[in-house]
């Protein structure tokens, strides 16, 4: 499937650099209601390291953040940063490991003014693996 947006995409909108860049391309997008991009989970994660030597897991909250930017990149324009709010409802369901491919589901719910919420949830082969309720404030950068 090609690819809405890809890596080079990504870095105009997000500030996010390596180790913290969470989402490798956007492969679907819905104007600014809902988009679906695609994080590749290799043994190569810096975050593997200490999480959990012998058992790499990727940290939940990691998972939090791939969200959080996939927002960004549906709500955002080049020279603005999504700074959290809340996170709410966030369940955590299967452990996500090297060889998985993580698909990042996001919707919009609300928009007043500068503060955002939205809903994501991460799947591994169809299973969900979390979800969580998420809201932002826009600020110039």
């Known amino acids: 499937m090609e690819p809405v947006m890809k890596i080079e995409d990504i870095m105009n909108i997000l500030p996010h650099r390596y180790p913290f860049l969470l989402v490798d391309r956007v492969i679907e997008k819905n104007g600014t209601e809902s988009l679906v991009a695609i994080k590749n989970i290799t043994i190569n994660e810096e975050f593997f390291n200490g999480h959990f030597p012998g058992l790499p897991v990727m940290p939940g909250v990691l998972q939090v953040e791939a969200m959080a930017q996939a927002v960004g990149l549906l709500m955002l324009e080049p020279g603005k ?25 996001v919707e919009k719910l609300k928009v007043k003014s500068r503060i955002i919420q939205a809903k994501g949830r991460c799947l591994v082969d169809g299973a969900v693996v979390s979800e969580a309720e998420l809201m932002f404030a826009i600020h110039d950068r």
């Open 81 to 105: 940063i999504p700074l959290f709010m809340s996170v709410d409802k966030c369940k955590f369901r299967k452990q996500v490991v090297p060889g998985d491919q993580l698909r990042i589901e």
